[in-house]
């Protein structure tokens, strides 16, 4: 328990690892690292040091042998926000799509009709101050997407000045060429490194022809979940498992059951999640079908041993053709029981 209450409250916007022992004796033993350091351990009697220098340099998730054991380096996710500047009309088809991805949404705009509009769209926070005031108190972080979709290229430039050395993960910038040459060429004018507005997105979105307000809106969210997808950190701690594990039916005994490797076409990524309570209920997937009852009854099992277990999973025979399942891949599950 005292691994998921560190993960809590653990900065999400560092490099954070989990290290994972799953095999051997020592099985189910764990280190954090936030930024390169230990910040985490429940073992001191482990050689962490030899498994640290073993991590995969691309950052992605898998399962690595050190020394004839099985360890599973799991990079995690960042924290991830969307911040509009600009409550007109593409902003309102943005801020819906943001609801449906679980995407927490800030909105700024001077207007106070248009803020309005913004607060019944759903946004979770709506500010309404000139561009330059409200940015000046939003820090930015490496999970930030800024959105500029003002009413004019002069306050799309106010808003790219106060972003542009801020942290982020993504900045577009909506406009034409010419209104975006402008800009760009102003605030290169002003000592800002052409080389960093070049990593501006703009004109802003995919290239999907999109004409009306909601097929801009949708153009600019699919390029924000494209570059937010091409993160190699694949751990998946939602609050809502880690709100499950601490919070709710904290007294009744449950596993947490994670992909550790795939091969082949598997439903779901290396480092999805589930959470099996003694009382049945579920909360996360990790794919449906056969593997998910068929893993329910293993967590189960090992909550009821208190033991810690790897369970290699085939969806290439029979059965799984029965159940449904066309992936036709392998997955390595591995359950941890929580005490």
Same mark, same amino acid.
């Given at each position: ?9 653990i ?19 764990k ?9 985490y ?9 030899k ?16 020394d ?21 009309h ?7 799509i ?7 949404v800030?909105?700024i ?12 769209a759903?946004?979770?926070?709506v ?12 820090e930015?972080?490496?999970?930030t997407f ?7 290229h ?8 106060n ?13 034409s060429?010419?209104?975006?040459a ?6 290169e ?5 052409? %080389?960093?507005?070049k990593? $501006? &997105? ?8 999109? /004409?009306?307000?909601e +097929? !801009? ?11 937010k997808?091409? %993160?190699?950190?694949?751990? $998946? &701690?939602?609050d809502?498992?880690l709100?499950?594990?601490l /919070?709710?039916?904290? +007294? !009744? ?6 992909i550790?490797?795939?091969?082949g ?15 049945g209920?579920?909360?996360?997937t ?31 025979g ?15 599950l591995?359950?941890e029981?929580?005490?």
């Amino acid at each position: 328990m005292d691994f998921y209450k560190f993960l809590k409250q653990i900065d999400k916007n560092n490099e954070n690892i989990v290290i994972t022992i799953i095999s051997g004796d020592k099985i189910g033993q764990k280190i954090v690292l936030s930024d390169g350091e230990i910040v985490y351990k429940d073992n001191d009697d482990i050689n962490w040091e030899k498994i640290i220098s073993a991590i995969p340099s691309d950052k992605k998730s898998r399962v690595i042998t050190v020394d004839e054991k099985r360890i599973y380096v799991e990079f995690m996710r960042h924290r991830y926000n969307v911040v509009v500047c600009g409550a007109g009309h593409i902003s309102i088809p943005i801020i819906k799509i943001c609801r449906l991805l679980d995407l927490p949404v800030t909105v700024i705009d001077d207007r106070i009709t248009f803020a309005n509009n913004a607060v019944e769209a759903g946004a979770d926070k709506v500010i309404c101050k000139p561009f330059e005031e409200a940015l000046s108190n939003i820090e930015g972080d490496s999970g930030t997407f800024f959105v500029i979709v003002t009413r004019g290229h002069r306050y799309d430039q106010t808003c790219l000045e106060n972003i542009i050395h801020k942290r982020n993960a993504y900045i577009g910038m909506i406009g034409s060429k010419v209104r975006v040459a402008k800009v760009l060429d102003y605030l290169e004018s002003e000592g800002i490194s052409r %080389e960093k507005l070049k990593k $501006v &997105y703009t004109p802003i979105g995919l290239k999907i022809g999109a /004409e009306t307000p909601e +097929e !801009i809106a949708v153009a600019i969210m699919a390029q924000i979940i494209e570059v937010k997808n091409k %993160e190699t950190g694949s751990s $998946v &701690y939602s609050d809502e498992l880690l709100n499950a594990v601490l /919070e709710e039916k904290e +007294e !009744i005994p449950k596993a947490m059951v994670t992909i550790v490797s795939r091969k082949g076409s598997a439903p779901r990524d290396v480092g999805t999640k589930m959470l099996v309570f003694k009382d049945g209920t579920i909360i996360g997937t990790i794919g449906g079908g056969c593997v998910e009852a068929g893993i329910r009854e293993s967590a189960l099992m090992c909550i009821d041993n208190k033991k810690h277990k790897l369970f290699p999973i085939d969806m290439t025979g029979r059965n799984a053709e029965d159940e449904g399942m066309v992936c036709g891949g392998t997955v390595e599950l591995f359950v941890e029981p929580i005490c």
